[in-house]
């Protein structure tokens, strides 16, 4: 069963670019309501304990540089569906094979800087938003 919130993260090159507003606007546009929301930098330390799924993965440490090269938006969002209505909100993770109007095809760079993480799963939604804010902040 689909629950109604989802995880997402504004990546740092997205931040860079001052597309933040952009990006919050679409998600709210979009229907979502922002539960939880910061500003932060991870350290490289902290972004390898988020990524650790991929830690055998050969992308691994440039993923963990990069997430921690500047300011990252986490937030938690809710919606109904919401973690399959994100996935398709922000597109392909590669930014050239994104649909028109999504926001990686708006705003991301490149493959690895493609501006916004959304979680993959229910559960995955769970354990992310678990990351970044405790039950207090979820309100």
Do not use: W
Request: aromatic content about 10%; glycine content about 8%.
């Amino acid at each position: 069963m689909a629950t109604n919130r989802t995880f997402t993260m504004i990546k740092p090159d997205a931040v860079e670019a001052g597309y933040t507003g952009a990006i919050i606007k679409m998600i709210e546009e979009a229907g979502f309501r922002i539960v939880s929301m910061s500003k932060t930098q991870l350290t490289p330390e902290r972004a390898g304990q988020f990524y650790a799924v991929h830690s055998q993965r050969p992308f691994y440490n440039d993923l963990c540089a990069y997430m921690s090269s500047g300011a990252i938006v986490p937030m938690v969002l809710e919606k109904e569906n919401a973690v399959a209505d994100f996935r398709k909100l922000i597109g392909a993770t590669n930014p050239a094979q994104a649909e028109e109007g999504t926001i990686r095809k708006l705003f991301a760079k490149s493959l690895e800087a493609n501006a916004i993480h959304g979680s993959d799963s229910d559960e995955n939604a769970q354990i992310e938003g678990s990351f970044f804010f405790s039950g207090t902040e979820q309100f």
